[in-house]
C-alpha cells in the first residue's frame, strides 16, 4: 500500500492562496489515481478533487470547480491541489487519497479510495 504525506497547509486570509503537496512512497505511484477530501469539524468527509494515473482526467467537487486544480508529477510521486480564492468554508482538515488503478467510478466516496495521508489543516480567516 502506498504511503502518503501531505504538506503546505495553514492559516490564510479569506481570497487568498494555498497549495497542497502530497508525497507518496513507493515505485508504483503513476500506477495510483490520486485525490484529496476534506473534513471540517462535525461534518463527513467531503470529496474535493481527483486525477487519474495519466494526468489526463480530473474531477472536481461543486463547491471548488473553477477555484482549484489537482495535477500530479510522477517523476516526483508527489500529487498537488492549488486552491485560489480561498473562502472560511474551505477551512478543514485536508486527506490526500489513492487508489490502485484508475479514478473509481464513485470517486466522491471515501470508500472508493484505499489509502489516506494522515491530513493537513487549512484554515482560512475572515
Known amino acids: 500500500q502506498v504511503q502518503l504525506v501531505e504538506s503546505g497547509g495553514g492559516l490564510v486570509q479569506s481570497g487568498g492562496s494555498l497549495r497542497l503537496s502530497c508525497a507518496a512512497s513507493?515505485?508504483?505511484?503513476?500506477?495510483?489515481?490520486m485525490g484529496w477530501f476534506r473534513q471540517a469539524p462535525g461534518k463527513e468527509r467531503a470529496f474535493v478533487a481527483a486525477i487519474s494515473w495519466s494526468g489526463g482526467s480530473t474531477y472536481y467537487a461543486d463547491s471548488v470547480t473553477g477555484r482549484s486544480t489537482i495535477s500530479r508529477d510522477n517523476a516526483k510521486n508527489t500529487v498537488y491541489l492549488q486552491m485560489n480564492s480561498l473562502k472560511p468554508e474551505d477551512s478543514a482538515v485536508y486527506y490526500c487519497?489513492?487508489?490502485?488503478?484508475?479514478?473509481?467510478?464513485?470517486?466522491?466516496?471515501?470508500?472508493?479510495?484505499?489509502?489516506w495521508g494522515q491530513g493537513i489543516q487549512v484554515t482560512v480567516s475572515s
Open positions: 487519497a489513492a487508489v490502485f488503478g484508475p479514478v473509481p467510478r464513485a470517486y466522491n466516496y471515501g470508500s472508493s479510495w484505499s489509502a
Open positions: 513507493g515505485r508504483t505511484f503513476s500506477s495510483y489515481a
